[in-house]
């Protein structure tokens, strides 16, 4: 049938057009990323951090330089968490070797740098605290009201009743 091919595309199109969209509107509308993504800066959590360095010697491109201090008590801390992103790989080995649960990824896919130094970052100084939530004080108790007096018994019910 002449026409026929016009048809066909024609219906494809209108389809489209008023079907869902599928587009969005980069770079204000941003596309989220999926839970198992993994890109952008290495996030860590400084307080779940145990500082065992782990992460850093599991990773094969070096692509990590920690700096780790002792406090008074013996215990570790985390200084400095430099990830070199010109080296890294997205492996995730770093993450998944983690016993603290320390790391996780930002997801931000825009990381395209114009000079080479903007690619290292401390992810120690990147760390934000959650904030904490505050627990509601309890209102003050409101004075008990005042119980209302027993009414008076009758005179004459006080007295054993009617004398008649
Ligand atoms: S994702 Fe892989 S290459 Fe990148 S820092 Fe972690 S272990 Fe190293
Ligand atoms: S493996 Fe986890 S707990 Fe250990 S230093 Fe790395 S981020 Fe911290």
New binding site residues.
């Given amino acids: 049938m002449f026409g026929k091919g016009l048809i066909t595309g024609m219906s494809v199109t209108l389809k489209h057009f008023f079907g869902e969209k599928q587009t969005l509107c980069y770079p204000e509308e941003k596309l989220p990323m999926s839970e198992r993504f993994r890109g952008g800066h290495l996030q860590?959590n400084v307080k779940k951090?145990?500082?065992?360095?782990?992460?850093?010697l599991s990773c094969p491109n070096k692509a990590l330089t920690?700096k780790v201090t002792t406090d008074e008590n013996k215990k570790k801390h985390?200084a400095e968490y430099v990830h070199n992103l010109g080296r890294c790989m997205m492996c995730d080995l770093c993450v998944e070797?983690?016993?603290?649960k320390?790391?996780s990824w930002d997801k931000n896919y825009e990381r395209a740098y114009f000079f080479k130094d903007y690619m290292t970052y401390d992810a120690v100084e990147e760390y934000v605290p959650e904030p904490v939530e505050e627990t509601p004080k309890p209102e003050p108790a409101e004075p008990a009201a005042p119980k209302p007096a027993p009414a008076a018994a009758p005179a004459a019910e006080a007295k054993g009743g009617d004398q008649a």
């Fill in positions: 860590l951090c145990i500082a065992c360095q782990l992460c850093a920690l985390m070797r983690c016993p603290a320390a790391l």
